[in-house]
């Protein structure tokens, strides 16, 4: 789901 | 040790409310700068984040960081037992595998205190980065809440159109279509009923109701609500809570395939 990528891409995992 | 005190139940119960919805569970993270807690919805496609400030408290002592993953439905059960005037603590040991939440009445005749299982939650640890926002508009949040309320029985999502002159709320389905816009107030008597705009540039974006709905249970936490958007990054949703705090909401826009 394009949303969920766009979450991911934002939030980056630390 | 970890003791948490705040004056009125009604705070604790009123930001429960605005996270239940999204959140099955959660961890709550207590340092000696307050309570934060972090956490994507159920379907991976919102965030939220709540910061509760230790100085907000009416008393407050972390003597070690502390993770806390309670189940919101439990915790929730708790504080329907609780009045909104009954001075609310949470308490916990080092190490604690419980936590243990006391009401106290007004007039200190009547004390009750819950303890509640902790859980073991895989957390994840997301980064929010610094963004300049092409738009960020003020309005107040029963308006939002309204408007976001009135717009989905026309349809799933919303499309914010935001530039200089206003905001436009627009949705449309089976029924028909229906726009609410809203200018930014000239003069207003009162802040808290102010609409402002501080726009970059101009932005059309698509939100899911569903999500913008449930982010409008914290309401009852501020008279105001910020909505900050740019082209293809998460809406942030913001709620102030006064003197203690705030609540953001994270929200991917939808994009055409």
Request: aromatic share 8%; net charge negative.
């Amino acid at each position: 789901q394009l949303e969920q990528l766009i979450m991911k891409n934002y939030f980056l995992h630390q | 040790m970890f003791e948490a005190r705040l004056n009125a139940a009604t705070t604790l119960k009123k930001v429960l409310d605005a996270i239940k919805d999204l959140l099955n569970e959660a961890t709550f993270d207590c340092s000696d700068a307050g309570i934060q807690l972090q956490a994507m919805d159920n379907s991976h496609v919102s965030l939220v984040s709540l910061t509760l400030r230790s100085d907000g408290f009416d008393k407050f002592r972390c003597d070690r960081n502390l993770s806390m993953g309670m189940n919101l439905g439990s915790m929730s059960k708790i504080l329907k037992c609780a009045n909104n005037e009954d001075t609310v603590t949470m308490k916990a040991q080092d190490n604690a595998d419980t936590v243990t939440f006391m009401f106290e009445s007004q007039n200190h005749e009547k004390v009750s205190d819950y303890e509640m299982k902790l859980m073991n939650l895989d957390q994840e640890h997301l980064g929010i980065p610094e963004t300049d926002y092409s738009c960020v508009v003020r309005m107040p949040a029963m308006e939002f809440a309204r408007i976001c309320r009135d717009l989905s029985q026309f349809g799933e999502s919303v499309i914010i159109c935001c530039t200089k002159e206003g905001v436009k709320f627009s949705a449309s389905g089976d029924v028909g279509s229906a726009n609410i816009k809203l200018a930014q107030t000239s003069s207003v008597d009162k802040e808290e009923e102010a609409v402002t705009i501080e726009m970059q540039e101009p932005v059309s974006l698509t939100f899911a109701c569903r999500y913008l709905n449930a982010f409008t249970k914290a309401t009852p936490l501020s008279n105001q609500v910020q909505l900050s958007m740019s082209a293809d990054v998460p809406l942030v949703v913001e709620y102030r809570i006064p003197d203690l705090g705030h609540i953001r909401y994270y929200l991917a826009p939808k994009i055409e395939e």
